[in-house]
T-cell receptor
Framework: AQSVTQLDSQVPVFEEAPVELRCNYS??????LFWYVQYPNQGLQLLLK??????LVESINGFEAEFNKSQTSFHLRKPSVHISDTAEYFC?????????????FGSGTRLLVRP | NAGVTQTPKFRVLKTGQSMTLLCAQD?????MYWYRQDPGMGLRLIHY???????AKGEVPDGYNVSRLKKQNFLLGLESAAPSQTSVYFC??????????FGPGTRLTVT
């Protein structure tokens, strides 16, 4: 069965420092990959996605993620974080199962940006 | 567009009570989903629907029922609530195999 592993449950970092949130998935077949962000007491918002083409994808607020097929990884990075980036980040894989696509989520990484 | 809306936002139930959570989307999406979110466990799929009049079980369906009588609405029912069903419930919808759009969530406490 497909699974998604987010290795860090919490990542504390100082403002303006770089950050990497790690995500690995188990499938060897074609997948679609996503990062969602959840701000406190809100729903999930799509941050970025990989469907096909360039393995490096970017979001409008400076995050990027690179699809690495050989390492089955989709790590999220930002070169300089802001206080407002404090949130929980979920990696997800879309996979075909039981006649439809399903999203399989990792357990989440809480990014805590300190001044 | 309102996107995906959920009612109610908060609810407290006593063990054994029943309730229905309503999800509505105005994007004409075929697919709709119900998830529960528990600390350290990410989101787990309860039930889903691939179109009006269809429903199917997800990863954790026990204790829940769903109905999709209209394309824009997806209802999640708890017939006899248990403390283990204390959670935050999210509804989502999607047009295809790509990204899902999430509602703001319903925080349910069962005492």
């Amino acid at each position: 069965a497909q699974s998604v592993t987010q290795l860090d449950s919490q990542v504390p970092v100082f403002e303006e420092a770089p950050v990497e949130l790690r995500c690995n998935y188990s499938s060897s077949v074609s997948v679609y990959l996503f990062w969602y962000v959840q701000y406190p007491n809100q729903g999930l918002q799509l941050l970025l996605k990989y469907l096909s083409g360039s393995t490096l994808v970017e979001s409008i607020n400076g995050f990027e993620a690179e699809f690495n097929k050989s390492q089955t990884s989709f790590h999220l990075r930002k070169p300089s974080v802001h206080i407002s980036d404090t949130a929980e980040y979920f990696c997800a894989v879309s996979t075909w199962m039981d006649s439809s696509y399903k999203l399989i989520f990792g357990s989440g990484t809480r990014l805590l940006v300190r001044p | 567009n309102a996107g995906v809306t959920q009612t109610p936002k908060f609810r407290v139930l006593k063990t054994g009570q029943s309730m229905t959570l309503l999800c509505a989307q105005d994007m004409n999406h075929e697919y709709m989903y119900w998830y529960r979110q528990d600390p350290g466990m990410g989101l787990r799929l309860i039930h889903y629907s691939v179109g009006e009049g269809t429903t199917a079980k997800g990863e954790v369906p026990d204790g829940y029922n769903v109905s999709r009588l209209k394309k824009q609405n997806f209802l999640l029912g708890l017939e006899s609530a248990a403390p283990s069903q204390t959670s935050v419930y999210f509804c989502a919808s999607s047009r295809s195999s790509y990204e899902q759009y999430f509602g703001p969530g319903t925080r349910l406490t069962v005492t």
